[in-house]
């Protein structure tokens, strides 16, 4: 699994006009899913996460956690973290989980995440989604579980 994490001040998530997850100040995370992951990725990241410590504290020192500043998260399904663009100019997916085994991994993920007493909005897998955040610093992060 590949996760893109972005600080932020608020996000939300809108398919159709309509605003499907919404947070305060907490992490937007872009979740990418590949053929060889497992649920121990997901736990995995989700552990990481949910303890990585990359807000500031008062001698703007990166000490606290989302847990730690009482943040939230917005999850959003990103299948494209996976696409190869190394030939041509159209990328290629071919790395990127099927969708029913992208969803499943997701949901779990997801689902480790609230195990940490972490409030989780999404939005919708499988949806085109507008995704809207204030990146907070900014500070941007990928995390890979095939790295760890």
């Excluded at 500043?69 to 041509?88: E, W």
């Excluded at 897998?125 to 500070?139: E, H, I, K, L, R």
Aim: proline content about 2%; hydrophobic content about 40%; aromatic content about 8%.
């Amino acid at each position: 699994m590949k996760i893109v994490v972005q600080r932020s001040k608020a996000a939300k998530v809108i398919v159709n006009q309509d605003t499907v997850g919404e947070i305060d100040k907490g992490l937007v995370l872009l979740v990418g899913v590949t053929h060889e992951d497992t649920e121990q990725d997901a736990q995995w990241l989700a552990d990481k996460i949910a303890g990585l410590r990359i807000f500031e504290d008062e001698q703007e020192k990166m000490n606290f956690s989302v847990q730690d500043i009482g943040g939230a998260i917005l999850s959003v399904s990103q299948f494209t973290l996976f696409g190869d663009c190394r030939k041509g100019r159209r990328p290629n997916f071919m790395a990127a989980a099927r969708p029913e085994q992208a969803e499943q991994l997701y949901e779990f993920f997801n689902e480790c995440l609230r195990k940490h007493d972490l409030s989780v909005s999404t939005g919708i897998f499988g949806a085109m989604m507008d995704v809207q955040f204030t990146n907070w610093g900014p500070v941007t992060l990928i995390l890979d579980s095939q790295s760890r």
